[in-house]
């Protein structure tokens, strides 16, 4: 009859398995039984949990309420009003000096006389039948001034008036009368009539010379004398 021989190491091992199998079948199987048990590691609802109990509230051994001050009102500023900023021009360019202005050249020619006579001396056949204005131009030297030009403007009764002549048609006044034919009788008017010397061009030689006429039939005839005098 042959010896038994000795288990082996892998017997051994092989044995261990099946116990440790067998345990933990049995351990399922408790829990299956009985899931309340201590040893389930997870009971039905969860593992159980400790209410933590909370700890009393102290207050500090001394609270004394601290004094507030009580708050000033003050009063509310008003609002100012700010103006918007404005533009200051500036330039680079220096200023330019303003010319003085110049002195308007003096006419060359005045009215050395205005006066009011009786028109028989020059037409003694029209008497008060007659107005009119006439005279004589003459240079600085007293000599007559041929061919001069003189308007006489305005108006007359409300009427205006536009007329020009040249000196040296009407000899009666002298070599270098002139004469305007106002109306058939005297007339009265203040200075809304004027005679003045003026060039070819029209450009003025003498300053207006502002007439005012009479319905006096001794003064129906307005004599102007004009001079060079430069």
């Not at 207050?59 to 708050?71: D, F, N, V």
């Not at 009764?157 to 009666?172: A, M, P, Q, S, W």
């Not at 009539?193 to 300053?207: A, K």
Request: glycine share 6%; net charge neutral; charged share 10%.
């Amino acid at each position: 009859m042959r010896a038994q021989s000795p288990l082996g190491l892998w017997d051994i091992l092989t044995l261990g398995v099946l116990a440790l199998t067998a345990c933990i079948a049995g351990y399922f199987a408790l829990i299956f039984i009985n899931p309340n048990s201590s040893l389930n590691l997870l009971p039905p609802g969860g593992p159980p949990t400790s209410t933590p109990t909370p700890a009393p509230a102290t207050l500090p051994p001394t609270w004394t309420a601290s004094p507030t001050l009580e708050a000033t009102p003050t009063s509310t500023l008003v609002p100012t009003w700010t103006p918007l900023p404005t533009n200051t021009p500036f330039s680079l360019v220096p200023p330019t000096r303003t010319p003085k202005p110049t002195s308007t050249p003096k006419a060359p020619f005045t009215a050395i006389s205005v006066q009011q006579v009786d028109s028989t001396i020059i037409h003694p056949d029209l008497a008060c039948n007659w107005a009119g204005i006439g005279g004589t131009v003459v240079d600085a030297n007293n000599s007559p001034v041929i061919g001069a030009v003189v308007v006489l403007r305005g108006s007359l009764n409300g009427k205006l008036v536009d007329l020009t002549t040249v000196t040296g048609i009407n000899k009666e006044y002298g070599p270098s009368g002139f004469e305007f034919v106002i109306g058939n009788a005297p007339v009265a008017s203040n200075k809304t009539l004027y005679v003045q010397l003026v060039d070819l061009s029209g450009l003025p030689l003498s300053d207006k010379v502002e007439i005012v006429t009479s319905a006096d039939c001794t003064k129906n005839l307005v004599l102007v004398k004009f001079k060079k005098t430069r």
